[in-house]
């Protein structure tokens, strides 16, 4: 007992999502030292100004909305790869809607919303329904989904020209801060909520760690994924709303590629892809060290006269996410050689 | 209920005949010797991942970063070239680049029991744009006597196919017949299992990555020598393709069941929509979806088959 | 402990903040910094084009940012466009992926005093103070057409292969090529638009079906500098050299070979190092207020006087290169 006090330290201390923490605050000093600078028109320019700070919030909220729409599925030990896909499929349809069918924005947002939890719904049925292998189902969903996007559209037709009300909501603020950050916010909080203070985040939870046994001890597996997997699909429909806000304008193309970087974020928060171990904070944390590293490289005049800022960011946070993975298992590692011994 | 031992690869060989018995009908353009070689020739580099890929998935893990590795071994490959190296050293050099990029995931995997999927994301991304930051996205031009190795167009595409065939072939075998073969459907089935009766599973793991990691190599190979240029974006979204073909031609995602030869037939289906495609005078923006269908209809398939055995099973539990 | 390590906790952070607070590098002091971003920036032809922008760059004593997709990414010019923004670069140029999707991020840099241009391919006219244009549109399109029906006796069927259906100037191109077509060679039949997604291997394989699938095929039109030598490997796969002609736009360094083998027949296209040059040399003119909107010509270096058209800048006529003269050009 006499290591009672240090040892509940070191569980704070050695908690991955402090890990993250401090990984997080020590970039964003970094950058906001070696990112922050005064142009020739003696502007303050770069990584401390107000603007980019906002800047990044932006560009994280799309992914970091797919990221939390993944965080229950992966807690099932589920995946779902189709959430971009989903995401440009529901652009499309939110294009068509107002464009082509002509309703007006408070008809064409919840149907498009009710699209993607269609969308959710086709993985749901595959995946609860018939017990299906979510990775093979969302490899399939994967490919239709964006396959009917570009079919809907040829391929080649890009909607434009939404009203400015609609596209205040991914460039404006509201509040002062950017509008989308309050969407992010609410669904955080409301996934929070869930996972962590509800009865059904426990049954998530417990899927996660032994379906079976789940079932055995009375959570209704079926019901439990369906919902995770509608959700998700909810989050991706509003997640297209965001982009196609911010870009104004929605194609078939649109994020592309994005359920690799939510992955990602989800997994260096620290959630076990096999399920039952993770947070939503994490999750969050995971987001935010990923953009602040993407965009605080950006501000870099190192990096910018490379002319790289993607790619040396890419090629960080793969290897952060192995490092992430690696410092996840040294415990393990440490006990397994010390029991050898 | 009776249950036939290669049920699911007939089937999907059934719809493959289905296809191309509609084109046979609607489209017999489509049958033209040149054509059908060059088809079969751009689709080798595919079919040779492929095989990598069953052999991984049937340890049951997966390896998401073979576009990756696929681009790096073709560009590296061709910077040799380029650089003076003879046609011949290129096909070991391939192989060693991709066995040692196998041979990192499977020290992270098998190694430290890392998940694959997370492991392999991670070098998919780490792969793809480090490549990027090297060569900004570049194509590299090969000196004459690289494409179809120096020899005519026909004679190239046809050592190429004989390869290709052989070396599937020898797999086909080994994964039946060799003692490691029988090995990677062991780990799969049951790692304990196969630990109590002496195997090495992490041993076997490991290798089955460096296999793919090698194999992938060789495939880039056979990609760069059939056009005088590579482009870095060559292997972009091949893994999706390539897990896709195993999951269609009958490999179970949960390991130690399935063929080789069902995996190829299933790469052959997907490879036919394009084409196929084109010859019916359709959309081409119709490909992706169909493909996605034919994913979910393969494992629906699969699905409802589980369903009726477990129901037909005398339950135990 | 417990307040020992909270105060050493709470240092480690304060310290960096003013370490941050005090120092604030100055970025490139006196020189102006012009940014060019390219659709792609692994694209040969982008790259002849930096080449030329470096040139001017050079001479300019400004400096040069070229930054861009991989793959020719819409969303990605954005981003990238951002970063530059809260840079505070002095001036923007964009080959705009997707002529809207661009333009709201543009006007934004507009807003904070920064110059903005495109070239290549436009952005909505309003987001930028002038368009460098390489050939108009229909003049590149018209001299592609009248090629394609000069080697085909203006009869039979021809196909295309475009980058991606959803790129602004190929869409352009496109219908440009469908109205001459409609106009003056009513004997040619445009049987399919294939797109590429400026991949070359996939051009080729492409082409090939295109071949097969339409016997009569007399040629393939490329509106993508990847698409031309994907296109010509095809027709060399497929043996039908000769029978089935290709042209398209590119650079002459990627087909010199299949234009001396005689697989590609013309390779259309301007001078893209020109292209770099004079883009950078305008976006420099307009930084120091010597270029200014209602312009009617406009000095560009050793390239001499440009005529500017209200508010494009015109580069040329586009060039036609073919076996006889490819050898005298090297880019």
């Not at chain 2, 751009?42 to 991942?49: F, G, K, M, T």
């Not at chain 3, 006796?153 to 980058?163: E, K, P, V």
């Not at chain 3, 301007?270 to 930084?287: F, I, M, P, R």
């Amino acid at each position: 007992m006499k290591f009672s006090a240090g040892s509940a330290w070191r569980r704070i201390l050695f908690r991955h999502e402090m890990l993250l923490l401090v990984v997080l605050i020590v970039e964003w000093l970094l950058f906001l030292h070696f990112g922050t600078m005064t142009n020739r028109r003696g502007v303050t320019v770069g990584f401390g100004t107000l603007d980019r700070q906002f800047d990044i919030l932006r560009h994280s909220c799309e992914i970091g909305l797919l990221a939390l729409a993944l965080t229950p599925i992966i807690l099932t030990a589920g995946i779902d790869l189709s959430v971009a896909s989903l995401l440009g499929l529901c652009a499309i349809v939110f294009g068509q809607l107002t464009h082509d069918v002509g309703l007006p924005l408070s008809l064409a947002i919840p149907l498009t919303l009710l699209a993607g939890g269609l969308g959710g719904a086709v993985n749901a049925g595959l995946i609860a329904g018939l017990r299906l292998p979510p990775l093979i189902v969302t490899l399939g969903t994967y490919s239709l989904f964006r396959g009917l996007a570009e079919a809907m559209t040829g391929g080649a037709v890009t909607y434009t020209q939404f009203p400015s009300g609609f596209l205040a909501l991914g460039q404006g603020r509201w509040l002062g801060v950017p509008a989308q950050a309050w969407i992010f916010v609410g669904v955080a909080v409301g996934m929070w909520m869930l996972v962590h203070r509800s009865v059904a985040g426990r049954f998530i939870r417990v899927i996660g760690f032994a379906p079976e046994g789940a079932q055995y001890a009375g959570v209704r597996v079926g019901k439990c994924l369906t919902f995770v997997y509608v959700l998700a699909g909810l989050v991706s429909a509003a997640a297209a709303l965001v982009y196609t806000a911010r870009l104004g304008q929605a194609k078939a193309d649109a994020a592309v590629g994005y359920e690799l970087y939510a992955i990602t974020a989800v997994v260096l928060g620290g959630t076990s892809i096999f399920g039952g171990k993770g947070s939503v904070t994490g999750t969050l944390l995971g987001v935010a060290v990923i953009a602040v590293l993407k965009n605080g490289l950006a501000t870099l005049p190192v990096v910018i006269r490379m002319n790289s800022a993607e790619e040396l960011s890419g090629l960080l946070t793969g290897g952060l996410l192995l490092f992430a993975l690696v410092i996840g298992m040294l415990p393990k590692l440490l006990s397994a050689v010390c029991i050898r011994r | 209920m009776k249950d036939w031992r290669y049920r699911r690869e007939l089937a999907v060989a059934a719809l493959l005949g289905c296809i191309l018995l509609g084109l046979a009908i609607w489209a017999p353009a489509f049958y033209q010797a040149q054509p059908l070689l060059s088809l079969a020739t751009r689709e080798a580099p595919s079919l040779i991942v492929t095989c990598g890929m069953v052999i991984v998935i049937l340890t049951r893990q997966i390896d998401i970063s073979v576009g990756s590795m696929f681009s790096v071994c073709g560009v590296v490959c061709g910077l040799l070239a380029a650089s003076g190296w003879p046609v011949w050293s290129l096909l070991p050099a391939g192989v060693v680049i991709g066995g040692a990029m196998g041979a990192v995931n499977g020290v992270f995997i098998a190694g430290l029991g890392l998940p694959s999927i997370v492991v392999t994301l991670a070098m998919l991304v780490a792969l793809r744009q480090g490549l990027n930051l090297f060569r900004q996205g570049e194509f590299v031009t090969l000196p004459d006597g690289v494409q179809w190795f120096g020899m005519s167009q026909v004679h190239g595409q046809i050592v190429v196919l004989c390869a290709t065939g052989v070396l599937v072939a020898l797999l086909a075998y080994g994964l039946q017949r060799i003692s490691l073969g029988r090995h990677f459907y062991a780990v799969g089935s049951d790692a304990e299992a196969s630990r109590l009766a002496g195997l090495k599973p992490r041993r076997v793991t490991f290798l089955a990555f460096v296999f793919l990691g090698a194999l992938t190599g060789i495939a880039a190979m056979v990609n760069v020598v059939q056009s005088p240029q590579v482009q870095p974006l060559s292997g972009y979204g091949m893994e999706l393709k390539v897990i896709a073909a195993v999951v269609v031609g009958g490999v179970a995602i949960s390991g130690g069941r399935g063929y080789l030869w069902g995996a190829a037939v299933g790469l052959l289906l997907l490879a036919c929509i394009s084409p196929a495609l084109v010859y019916l005078h359709m959309e081409a923006y119709w490909e992706k979806a169909f493909q996605g269908a034919i994913i979910l209809v393969a494992v629906l398939a699969e699905g409802l088959r589980a369903r009726s055995a477990r129901r037909h099973r005398t339950d135990f539990s | 402990m417990t307040f020992r390590f909270r105060t050493g906790f709470f240092l480690s952070i304060l310290v960096p903040v003013f370490l941050a607070a005090s120092a604030s590098t100055v970025l490139a002091q006196g020189k102006a910094m012009i940014a060019l971003m390219p659709k792609s920036k692994g694209n040969a032809y982008f790259i002849s084009c930096k080449a030329g922008a470096d040139k001017a760059a050079k001479e300019l004593g400004v400096e040069l940012l070229f930054d861009g997709p991989v793959d020719a990414n819409a969303a990605r010019q954005n981003e990238i466009v951002e970063n530059w923004i809260t840079l505070g670069v002095d001036a923007i140029a964009v080959a705009a992926e997707n002529k809207e999707g661009i333009s709201t991020v543009l006007r934004k840099a507009q807003k904070q005093g920064i110059k903005v241009l495109t070239y290549d391919a436009d952005s909505l006219p309003d987001a930028r103070s002038f368009f460098v244009n390489q050939a108009t549109p229909e003049g590149i399109a018209n001299a592609l057409m009248d090629e394609a029906a000069r080697l085909c006796n203006s009869t039979g069927q021809f196909a295309i292969l475009s980058a991606s259906l959803t790129a602004g100037n190929q869409r352009e191109w496109q219908m440009y090529i469908e109205k001459r077509l409609a106009e003056k060679y009513p004997q040619m039949t445009l049987v399919a638009v294939r797109p590429c997604d400026d991949l070359k291997d996939r051009a080729q394989s492409e082409a090939t079906a295109l071949m097969s699938a339409n016997p009569e095929l007399k040629l393939l039109m490329a509106i993508c500098s990847p698409a031309v030598p994907g296109a010509a490997e095809a027709v060399k796969q497929a043996g039908r050299v000769g029978s089935v002609k290709v042209i398209g736009l590119g650079l002459p360094n990627e087909n010199r070979r299949y234009v001396k083998e005689g697989v590609t027949q013309t390779v259309v296209l301007w001078k893209t190092e020109d292209l770099g040059y004079l883009t950078v040399y305008a976006a420099n003119a307009l930084v120091n207020g010597t270029l200014k909107p209602g312009a009617t010509s406009f000095k560009a270096g050793s390239l001499g006087e440009f005529a500017v058209d209200k508010d494009q800048i015109l580069l040329g006529t586009p060039f036609l290169f073919n076996k006889t003269n490819i050898d005298d050009y090297n880019f």
